[in-house]
């Protein structure tokens, strides 16, 4: 069930679930050529799309390019500046994010998020681990920062069984 922390705008809602079925319909591809399990899109307040960025940690031998940190380091790069707060951008992911990606997200003026599996389910699914998120979402309230989540889950669920069942790369430090 979708879960946000304003109250739930539906055409919002209709939009993230568009996107967010599209970049899990791409990220079968970006997973082929050897990306992480994760795809990011940065859309600008015309819907103008900024940065996409799949996980490219294994492939990039970089512990923290997450989908996220990309589309973010991307979209800075694009506009030209640290503090994307100016730009009232909307970030788009496949899945719940971590605990980096939540301070990368809240570095970067980032103003909304919509994300689709929960980390929760992403734990279950892959064995990645995606570190202690306590009450994220009233946080970024405070912070003004809007959330919705799990949104589109049954495709995003089976696009990481997918990458499990094919053997992948779960990554993660050794303890
Ligand atoms: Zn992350």
């Not at 859309?43 to 940190?69: F, Q, R």
């Not at 103003?111 to 995606?130: N, Q």
Request: aromatic share 8%.
């Amino acid at each position: 069930m979708t879960v946000c922390n304003e109250q739930i705008n539906l055409e919002k809602l209709k939009k993230a679930e568009q996107i967010i079925l599209e970049l899990q319909a791409e990220l079968k591809n970006y997973i082929a050529a050897g990306s992480g399990p994760f795809l990011a899109a940065i859309y600008d307040e015309n819907d103008h799309l900024i940065a996409k960025t799949a996980n490219s940690v294994v492939s990039e031998n970089c512990s923290h390019n997450h989908a996220e940190m990309n589309a973010i380091k991307a979209a800075e790069k694009v506009l030209n500046t640290y503090d994307l707060s100016a730009h009232n951008l909307k970030l788009y992911v496949t899945a719940e994010p971590c605990i980096m990606c939540l301070g990368g997200i809240m570095w970067s003026g980032i103003k909304e998020v919509y994300y689709g599996v929960s980390s929760k389910r992403v734990e279950e699914i892959t064995g990645f681990d995606e570190g202690f998120k306590p009450d994220w979402l009233n946080e970024f309230a405070r912070r003004g920062i809007k959330v919705y989540g799990e949104i589109a889950t049954e495709a995003g669920e089976k696009v990481l069984h997918e990458y499990v069942a094919a053997g992948r790369k779960v990554y993660k430090p050794e303890r």
